[in-house]
Nanobody
């Protein structure tokens, strides 16, 4: 059983910062891409940032210069440091990872966390 568990969401004023964490656990052979998505009420889920095993990163235009994604491969954890938060960043943030479970014949699957709420007040 593979799980992704997020933490670190909350309520913050505009201009403030939050740091999200997402830890993978279970019968894991390896983890490839890890990333963060967000979904605001009435909107589709969208990619915020992703990071490869080797550290290469990809960011959505609307977070460039404000958010930083990082990962600790030994801890199987991905982080999202969010600075200069805006009210329009308010959303449910989801962790996503491509994971190869033990015993899966090296087939990777996409896993999602349960989501953590980020609310930015003006």
């Amino acid at each position: 059983q593979v799980q992704l568990v997020e933490s670190g969401g909350g309520l913050v004023q505009a201009g403030g910062s939050l740091r999200l964490s997402c830890a993978a656990s279970g019968s894991i052979f390896s983890i490839n891409t890890m990333g963060w998505y967000r979904q605001a009420p009435g909107k589709q889920r969208e990619l915020v940032a992703s990071i490869e095993t080797g550290g290469s990163t990809n960011y959505a235009e609307f977070v460039k210069g404000r958010f930083t994604i990082s990962r600790d491969n030994a801890k199987r954890t991905v982080y999202l440091q969010m600075n200069s938060l805006k009210p329009e960043d308010t959303a449910l943030f989801y962790c996503n990872a491509e994971i190869i479970p033990i015993g899966s014949a090296y087939h990777g699957y996409a896993y999602w966390g349960q989501g953590t709420q980020v609310t930015v007040s003006s």
